[in-house]
């Protein structure tokens, strides 16, 4: 049973390894680095329980399904005995309906109580687009008695008492729960009161300090439910991912069923790993180009095939390079590609699902909105243009094609970049390795006390809150106390300002965000956060928009704003910083013979100074200052040191030690994604050939996000994995002297200077010797 809102295909005949053939004939051979083949798997089918409203059950057998896979049924049982539970099983595995039986049934019963709303549910997914999706299918369900509606940002004023009021079943957002449901929790009095069920959507995405977040909102969610008396059960479901029970438990604080066999039937996939060539002698061709030859290749073979690309820009260019090449070759093919990602309107998106089903597209680049959005049964095969972050993504988007019974092909194309570099060459470590766990800190103060904050001002903190948000509240609350910001009184701690509470915190990040503005129409194009501002919209910076270029003509810290006017003025830019550290407290630390691994609290100090503008073909054409402040953040970070003479001994001498390290912490920055649930984007390093709180060569990678994310003590607890694949990624790679592939850094603010491959080697295999 798919999970959410599904498009048909007409059953046609696919040969999977043929088409792996056609792509990889002649010189692209090569190209072609590993193929595996995956098996069918059987469907393990079961009853329907025999509690379920008749209404629910016909709504379904009307659509042919007379029975349950066995996980489907197992979330059910669980949910109906009101235990919390999570459900981690494969892309299309029919988590949906699995909490749909439980949930619908239970509104179904509550219907009949004199209120008419003897029981609510609330639904969160991560996406608008998601919820709205799940409601398609509600709605196309019709349920006797239950009413339901999304409530997120884009509903009109008017429709919101409606369902305040009268709804049974509201699908929304962790963004809309903070910035409106729970600020005005008295005007949902009767729906909490009523609270059965919360449904937590695709729940593997909230990591990092979006895990931390979120985690706090289903906390106030929960605190503020037992108020009016309920004590709801929360069903999570997850993509595949290492210890569902713990992240789950982690988000609202209490224990957790898993449910982790998957009973629901999958054809056979072959899966090729595809490194593209080599452009130049230290640079390979781009994922995105080879990714749009490959699906306009397939799309002249009646292929039909999404291609996903990492960001908005890369879909773009995947679409209109496959038009393109399209268009030399048979004209009639290019209107049958086209892209979907976050931003279409609802109508748009149901257009592309009408094109879908009807095989009037052939070819769509996607971003990850369709990972988390829409199912789509009937494609052939999926292309992965670069790594997607983690396993659990990378199998999700894997999962979009094969699903009418017909086998699949997928092909991850390596972007040029460490971790794809080394993911390609060690197939294990995408086929035979565990799926990542999410990580994130529920208790990191950083997140933690604003939300204490906003709780504060929905209902009087107390010290009894310990129960919902753990054994720091009284010392976070008083902090507060002592910022004007709560008021400590006999009853507990009260918001003590006039403004909201909510409106101090931002979901999706630490801190204020820039934004970008357009200075002859005043249109805000988007917005960066304030950490990142520095380096990607200083003064002078080129900015690049939907894929046209803009220039900052001024950043202004004090109102938030960047101000670009649009145009290519033949150049790019690149921000020059300097960056050092000092350590706070060392938490963990671990003795490799003479070399020494450390995790605990630093403070790095990070300052942008200046810019480069590069021509096209990389020639620097001027370098110009900047006065931007120093910027301080206090986080969690892993770090390793050798003495000197230990680097003289592995033939590192004492002139090559900065290159040596310097690229040794780029790679090793580069593999971190490989073991935790991150983006070399969260995490930063700095390298020194002598550091004064350690006396000796250091080498430092920090979550890049205030009290930390979790990453850097994944980094220390499984470092011999971690820096191994660092060591095996360097040395494999082809280039002569460095490249993006191994210790090369796009976001480098020294310019990738001074970088030493073959000290890197020496270094790590030095380090590694006595690990």
């Not at 048979?330 to 257009?351: F, I, K, M, T, W």
């Not at 995490?683 to 020194?688: E, L, N, P």
Request: proline residues 7%.
């Amino acid at each position: 049973m798919p999970t959410r809102h599904t498009v048909t295909a007409m059953p046609r005949d696919f040969d999977p390894r043929a088409a792996l053939d056609h792509l990889a004939r002649g010189a692209r051979r090569e190209r072609l680095v590993h193929v595996r083949h995956l098996p069918r798997r059987e469907a393990e089918q079961v009853p329907w329980p025999e509690w379920v409203d008749p209404g629910v059950y016909a709504a379904w057998s009307g659509a042919g399904v007379t029975h349950l896979w066995s996980h489907q049924a197992q979330l059910a049982e669980l949910a109906r005995a009101g235990r919390h539970t999570v459900c981690a099983t494969g892309t299309a595995s029919g988590k949906s309906l699995g909490f749909l039986v439980p949930v619908l049934t239970a509104l179904a019963e509550g219907s009949h109580a004199p209120t008419g709303r003897g029981a609510t549910a609330l639904y969160l997914a991560p996406t608008k687009a998601l919820a709205a999706d799940q409601l398609a299918r509600l709605e196309a369900m019709s349920v006797p008695g239950v009413r339901s509606a999304v409530y997120d940002g884009d509903t009109p004023t008017d429709e919101r008492r409606w369902i305040r009021d009268h709804a049974h079943y509201v699908l929304s957002n962790p963004d809309l729960l903070h910035h409106a449901l729970l600020p005005g929790h008295a005007q949902w009095a009767p729906f909490l009161r009523a609270l059965r069920y919360v449904v937590v959507d695709e729940c593997h995405v909230y990591r990092g300090v979006f895990g931390a977040h979120v985690s706090a909102v289903l906390r106030r969610l929960l605190r503020v439910a037992a108020r009016y008396g309920s004590r709801p059960t929360v069903l999570f479901a997850s993509a595949t991912i290492a210890a569902p029970e713990s992240l789950a438990e982690a988000l609202i604080g209490a224990p957790v069923t898993a449910i982790t066999h998957d009973g629901s039937p999958r054809e056979a996939t072959t899966f090729a790993l595809w490194e593209p060539p080599l452009d130049g002698e230290d640079s390979r061709r781009s994922a995105v180009s080879e990714s749009a030859t490959l699906l306009a290749d397939l799309v002249l073979h009646d292929v039909q095939t999404v291609a996903f690309a990492r960001s908005r820009v890369g879909v773009e260019a995947v679409a209109a390079a496959t038009r393109r090449d399209l268009t030399g070759v048979d004209p009639s093919l290019a209107p049958r590609v086209a892209a979907y990602r976050g931003g279409y309107l609802p109508e748009e998106r149901r257009e592309l699902e009408r094109s879908l089903r009807e095989r009037e597209l052939l070819g769509l680049a996607a971003t990850s909105a369709l990972e988390l959005g829409i199912d789509i049964a009937g494609l052939d095969a999926v292309l992965v243009a670069g790594w997607p972050g983690t396993r659990a993504s990378l199998w999700q988007q894997a999962g979009r094609a094969g699903r009418s019974g017909t086998p699949s092909l997928a092909v991850l194309v390596a972007a040029d970049d460490p971790l794809d570099t080394y993911l390609v060459h060690h197939p294990e470590a995408i086929f035979a390795a565990p799926v990542e766990a999410s990580v994130f800190d529920p208790a990191n103060p950083h997140v933690l006390t604003p939300h204490l904050a906003a709780a504060a001002a929905e209902l009087p903190l107390t010290e009894a809150d310990t129960e919902w948000f753990g054994p720091t509240v009284p010392q976070l609350a008083e902090s507060l106390v002592a910022g004007g910001v709560l008021r400590r009184r006999p009853a507990g701690w009260f918001w003590a300002r006039p403004d909201r509470a909510s409106d101090h915190v931002e979901l999706r990040g630490i801190g204020r965000t820039v934004r970008i503005v357009e200075s002859r129409t005043g249109r805000v194009l988007g917005t960066v956060d304030q950490a990142r501002a520095d380096s990607a919209v200083h003064t002078g910076a080129v900015y690049l928009h939907q894929g046209q270029p803009h220039v900052v003509t001024e950043l202004d810290l004090a109102d938030a704003a960047a101000h670009v006017v649009a145009g290519d003025p033949g150049w790019s830019t690149q921000a020059r910083s300097t960056s050092e550290f000092r350590i706070l407290h060392t938490a963990r630390q671990h003795q490799w013979g003479p070399a020494t691994l450390s995790w605990g609290a630093v403070e790095v100090t990070h300052q942008v100074t200046s810019f480069l503008r590069r021509l096209p073909t990389g020639e620097v054409i001027g370098e110009h200052p900047l006065d931007l402040p120093r910027r301080t953040l206090s986080t969690m970070a892993v770090w390793w040191t050798l003495p000197e003479d230990e680097l003289a001994l592995a033939g590192v001498g004492e002139a090559d030690i900065p290159g040596a390290l310097h690229a040794a912490e780029h790679a090793s920055i580069g593999l971190l994604p490989l073991i935790a649930t991150c983006d070399r984007w969260d995490i930063g390093g700095v390298s020194t050939a002598l550091h004064a709180d350690t006396g000796l060569p250091t080498v430092l990678v920090y979550d890049g996000h205030p009290g930390g994310a979790g990453f850097a003590e994944q980094g220390f607890h499984r470092a011999i994995e971690w820096l191994t694949a660092t060591l095996d990624t360097v040395r494999s790679c082809e280039c002569s002297s460095g490249c993006p592939s191994c210790v090369q850094s796009p976001k480098c603010g020294n310019g990738n200077e001074p970088l030493s491959k073959s000290g890197a080697l020496r270094t790590l295999a030095h380090l590694l010797s006595a690990g």
